[in-house]
Structure formats: structure tokens, C-alpha cells
């Protein structure tokens, strides 16, 4: 059955916010909140309640439209927002101490034995806690390094889509994950010598 609704009017709307109405706000809102909080979910740093942190992204949103030029299409600037800010909470988060075999629990550190000893697969019952002890991992990164990295190699994103995203050049996010892969590495390193010593 085809779909009967008109294409959002991106830019009425846009106009008609900009002169103030309220209702026009909302659908702006209501428009762009599936992007932002994929964005938000996919970014989002502990201990931050994603609907605070959308309503926040929002907030920016509209406080900044005079400074929407159009330079880019509208999605992508919010897009730049949303991840900026997320940046920003990941920053203001404090500095986590020294990540250690300890940390893990019974699963996570029984799933990386087995990756690190290679002696038999994961159990695909352990999924969940790989998934973890992957998160545990990128969060003793920075803000930057991690938001690469779960862009180029969680999300399967394109160095292109990571630029239009982030507004850095590409040279830049392929430098980024360079590095954040190095960490990663010797994280990972350094949690095997504390397993075995």
C-alpha cells in the first residue's frame, strides 16, 4: 500500500521555526529526533540519560539556527552537534584508572582467555560479555579515539560518512584510528601480562 504522507518539508519548517512558531518547532523536533538519538545511543557516555543528552543536543540545535548557513544539508549540521556533544560529555567524564584483569568479570575474563590463548572459539552464549569487554576496552581511549573507532569499526561507517559526520578531515579520522587501534593494542597487551603474571 504506498504511503500517502507528503515528504517532510524541511525547509517550510525550518522558516516557520525561525519566525518563532511553536508547532513547527515540535515537528522539527519530531523530524530529526530518530537521527539524534541514533546518534545519541551510539555515542553515549555512561552514566548520561540519552533522553537528557537529546533534549541538550536540541537545545544547541535551536539556540545555534541563526547560525545555520546551509552550507551543508540541515541533517548532517545537527549531526555535528549531536556528536560534539557527545565528545564533550565523554571529556567531562572522569579520567577511569588503570584498567586491569581485575575489572572483568568471571565471563569477560574467560572470554578473552580464550581469544587471547586461542585454544577454542567463543561460545556464542558469550556474545554478550565480548560485547562488554569491547566497550570496557574503547572506554579507557579518549572521547575522539573512541567516537572513530565505534564509527569506523562498530558501525561499519565509511571514512567519508565519518567526515561529513564529524567535520574532520579525512587524513585526520584515518590518523585517529591508527592510533586508537595501537592503544587498543597494547591495552589489550597489558591485560594479558597482568593475566599471566
Known sequence: MPDDDPPFDLA??????????????????????????????????????????????????????????GAVPFPHWVSRIAVTTCIDHLRAQKRRPEFRWADLSETEAEVLDNVITNENDVPANDAMAAHELVHKLLAQLKPDDQLVIRMLDLEQKTIAEIAAITGWNQSLIKVRAFRARRKLQKLFQELQRTERS
Not at 31 to 45: A, G, N, T, W
Open 12 to 69: 517550510g519548517c525550518l522558516e516557520r521555526v525561525r519566525r518563532q512558531d511553536q508547532a513547527a518547532a515540535r515537528e522539527l523536533v519530531e523530524h530529526l529526533y530518530p537521527l539524534v538519538i541514533r546518534i545519541v545511543r551510539s555515542h553515549l557516555p555512561r552514566r548520561v540519560a540519552e533522553e537528557d543528552l537529546a533534549q541538550e543536543i536540541f537545545l544547541k540545535m535551536f539556540t545555534r539556527l541563526a547560525q545555520y548557513q
